[in-house]
């Protein structure tokens, strides 16, 4: 347990573990903010802390895991708005497709999955707290903003100079700001927005900043000052820097002890973007491929470098799984614990150790095989299982996998198309959706899309489809 070590993005360098309580972690992840389908980038930042969650258990931890749920948002506003239903409909069917798509993965649920519209008071109070320190103000438009310059620490995050971020492109104009930089702690409510979307608070009705959902939340649950806070690169900036202004100029010191970031993930090398067509959800990629070859794919790549994906990527990943699982079909594994004192054992727990590098402990799992495979011992079989378990793999039975039931997805170029029934099923779709029963309507999607075909919505009510 001693041994761990994480790179903390704020010190910018590997550090060895040390909690702050002995024998117990609080992690806390962002989370996702809910009104359409998980994509695969969600896939990679999920299973990115889902190792860091099974790892820590596995070294003995008694781990208390946070991954929110953001359910009230611009976007999300406005999708409830467009699809004519409220925002808890919304919200709460994406919700639970989230959860298929995470079971699916083989992704562990957290210890706490708070959504935040039940903590709007915990956020009010630390706003009330942060105007009492003079780093907040109202500003003429009636927002509550957050005194950037006010909070000397501001920048140590993301390693950037305030006179650098003012000059970025991800600086928003807002005459009602006092500087540029400002960021919204409390949006005051507009009439044309739903009821659902406002509550009371000091300063009028409105609603919290995205920002300041995190901070509530994770003192909520974890307290003043926790151990990991992880989420996706891109949050980094200017999420993270937010979230850590907030925290310690509320409470007056540092919030937390590590930060954690999981790298891009990029499609053929190229940003993943609706508008270039490479964008894909997890249901997409579930419909071709096995969930278990996905997770695989995404250990292959440490945690945080770039991942790219590609179909070869994913059929390589394939290919290398079954070899792991053709290991365990030669040999009935013996029913005696893991041996941890074993050198293989040893190995991956040094590499898992080290900042947690999945690609090396998949080597050793690797190497663990061909040794099976040369002795048909029972003893390595188990140790090849055991510790695979440990990163949620080579957990089904070896001849359900080889022979690609259950849960193997469909291959490229496998599917029959018959466009009439395409057509009919997309027509009863449009129906169901006009009808306001979203549930019929995400059902023919969900059959579609496991038939290997996959819609796409377009401006002005169009639906397009295309082979996943």
């Known amino acids: 347990m001693d041994s761990l070590k994480i790179y903390n993005t704020l010190a910018r360098e590997k550090q060895a573990f040390s909690p702050i309580e002995p024998g117990a972690v609080r992690l806390y992840v962002c989370g996702m903010t809910i009104y359409d389908y998980c994509h695969i980038g969600h896939a990679r930042m999920m299973m990115a802390f889902d190792i860091v969650y099974r790892w820590l258990c596995a070294s003995g931890y008694a781990v208390t895991y946070v991954r929110n749920i953001t359910d009230i948002e611009d976007k999300i506003i406005r999708r409830a708005v467009e699809n004519n239903e409220s925002i808890g409909e919304l919200t709460r069917r994406f919700t639970r497709y989230m959860h298929e798509d995470t079971a699916a993965l083989g992704i562990l649920p957290p210890t706490h999955e708070p959504r935040a519209t039940d903590y709007v008071p915990q956020m009010v109070d630390i706003i009330r707290r942060l105007e009492e320190r003079e780093l907040a103000y109202v500003a003429a438009d009636g927002d509550v903003n957050f005194a950037v310059r006010n909070f000397p620490g501001y920048g140590k995050l993301s390693g950037r100079s305030l006179d650098d971020m003012r000059a970025g492109e991800r600086v928003d104009v807002n005459e009602d700001k006092r500087d540029p930089l400002d960021f919204v702690l409390w949006k005051r409510a507009k009439e044309s927005e739903p009821e659902a979307a406002k509550w009371a608070s000091p300063w009028g009705a409105g609603r919290p900043g995205w920002h300041i959902e995190c901070s509530a939340m994770s003192c909520a649950l974890l307290g003043e000052r926790f151990d990991i806070h992880g989420g996706g690169a891109d949050l980094q900036f200017p999420h993270h820097e937010n979230e850590i202004a907030q925290s310690e100029g509320a409470f007056g010191h540092p919030s937390v002890n590590y930060w954690m970031h999981n790298g891009f993930l990029r499609i053929d090398n190229e940003k993943m973007s609706k508008s270039l067509g490479n964008f894909f959800t997890i249901r997409e990629v579930l419909a071709r491929y096995d969930a278990e070859v996905l997770r695989f794919f995404i250990l292959r790549s440490h945690y945080r470098s770039p991942l790219n994906y590609s179909d070869a990527h994913l059929d390589d990943a394939r290919t290398a799984l079954t070899r792991l699982y053709t290991a365990l079909n030669e040999v009935a594994p013996d029913a005696l614990p893991l041996a941890r004192d074993e050198p293989h054992a040893l190995r991956f727990a ?88 979203f549930a019929e309507a995400d059902r023919i999607r969900a059959a579609l899309l496991a038939d290997g075909i996959v819609l796409e919505d377009k401006p002005g009510g169009a639906t397009q489809w295309r082979k996943a």
Request: hydrophobic share 50%.
């Open 350 to 437: 040094q590499a898992m150790n080290d900042d947690f590098n999945t690609p090396l402990a998949l080597a050793v799992l690797f190497d663990l095989a061909a040794e099976v495979n040369r002795s048909g011992s029972a003893a390595l079989a188990r140790q090849l299982r055991g510790l695979a378990a440990i990163i949620g793999l080579l957990e089904r039975a070896p001849r359900a996998f080889l022979q690609g039931e259950p849960g193997a997805g469909r291959q490229a170029g496998s599917v029959d198309v018959d466009t009439a029934d395409i057509d009919a099923r997309i027509a009863a779709r449009a129906a169901a959706k006009g009808a306001r029963d």
